[in-house]
């Protein structure tokens, strides 16, 4: 009989995993952590107490898996995709040894960073290749709107999303390769519409979103990450941050609480 598995917070990390230890890499996620909230990076890189995790989004994850192996399908034919036809991407999907590696997570593409003594990592979903040998950086999305997705404009991660493509594009020329200014993001929009019945079947319509990287913040930014890091003093938290405001209130009514209680018990 199989034993109940049970999921529990881990607020203090293995220090291997944290900052300074042998297996901790500055991926893109925390990068963008630190862009979200300086002080929620800290606690979670410098002090191993991570933030809690959301729940896992295992459509998407299928979709991203469907998409690979049907891109993979024709990398191997060295063919267009019909995708790249329909929108006139002159390309095809780019094929290197270490493909793989660069799509796995806690691998990815990494570069050393050496001036600021990062290993800098991050895991792309998919790379295309025009004509002339450049790269394109590709990453998968999945959702549901009732609208088609035709600009990043349609959704509220868009900065968050040209962050995301402009660090993959940064690691791609650090190790030595010609990468386009623009990628493009592989949207499956699953449409309900006025379906009555479920009947197992979910209907996506895949659009290709254009997005040119931001680049010009990743220099700057990964000092600002060696500051936060190497500083004694507590780094200010993020702006829209709610981690930190929850972090704080809850710890001083809790205080509260324990200070009335030990009043009352002399």
């Known amino acids: 009989m199989m034993s109940d598995f049970k999921k529990?917070?881990?607020?203090?990390?293995?220090?291997?995993?944290?900052?300074?230890?042998?297996?901790?890499?500055?991926?893109?996620?925390?990068?963008?952590?630190?862009?979200?909230c300086p002080r929620c990076f800290y606690l979670d890189n410098k002090l191993g107490t991570a933030r809690p995790r959301g729940p896992s989004f295992t459509l998407n994850i299928a979709v991203d898996e469907l998409f690979k192996r049907e891109f993979d399908s024709y990398r191997e034919e060295k063919k267009k995709?019909?995708?790249?036809?329909?929108?006139?991407?002159?390309?095809?999907?780019?094929?290197?040894?270490?493909?793989?590696?660069?799509?796995?997570?806690?691998?990815?593409?990494?570069?050393?960073d050496k001036k600021n003594g990062f290993i800098v990592s991050g895991a792309v979903d998919d790379?295309?290749?025009?004509?002339?040998?450049?790269?394109?950086?590709?990453?998968?999305?999945?959702?549901?709107?009732?609208?088609?997705?035709?600009?990043?404009?349609?959704?509220?991660?868009?900065?968050?999303?040209?962050?995301?493509?402009?660090?993959?594009?940064?690691?791609?020329?650090?190790?030595?390769?010609?990468?386009?200014?623009?990628?493009?993001?592989?949207?499956?929009?699953?449409?309900v519409g006025d379906k009555r019945e479920?009947?197992?079947?979910?209907?996506?319509?895949?659009?290709?979103?254009?997005c040119t990287g931001k680049t010009d913040w990743i220099d700057k930014t990964l000092v600002e990450i060696k500051k936060c890091l190497t500083d004694k003093e507590l780094p200010q938290s993020g702006i829209n941050c709610e981690f930190c405001p929850y972090r704080e209130h809850s710890g001083k009514k809790l205080q509260t609480i324990y200070y009335a209680n030990q009043k009352e018990n002399k």
């Open 8 to 36: 529990q917070y881990n607020p203090n990390r293995h220090k291997d995993w944290n900052y300074g230890g042998s297996k901790w890499k500055l991926s893109r996620s925390k990068i963008e952590l630190f862009t979200e």
């Open 198 to 210: 479920f009947n197992d079947t979910l209907n996506f319509e895949t659009t290709l979103v254009t």
């Open 81 to 112: 995709h019909p995708l790249m036809e329909k929108y006139k991407i002159d390309a095809i999907p780019f094929a290197h040894e270490e493909l793989n590696d660069w799509r796995e997570n806690f691998v990815g593409i990494t570069y050393e």
């Open 127 to 191: 790379i295309w290749q025009a004509p002339d040998g450049s790269l394109i950086v590709i990453d998968y999305k999945a959702t549901s709107k009732e609208t088609r997705i035709e600009s990043l404009g349609d959704s509220s991660w868009e900065e968050s999303y040209k962050r995301q493509m402009g660090v993959y594009q940064w690691l791609l020329r650090q190790k030595g390769f010609t990468v386009s200014d623009t990628g493009y993001f592989v949207y499956a929009n699953a449409i």
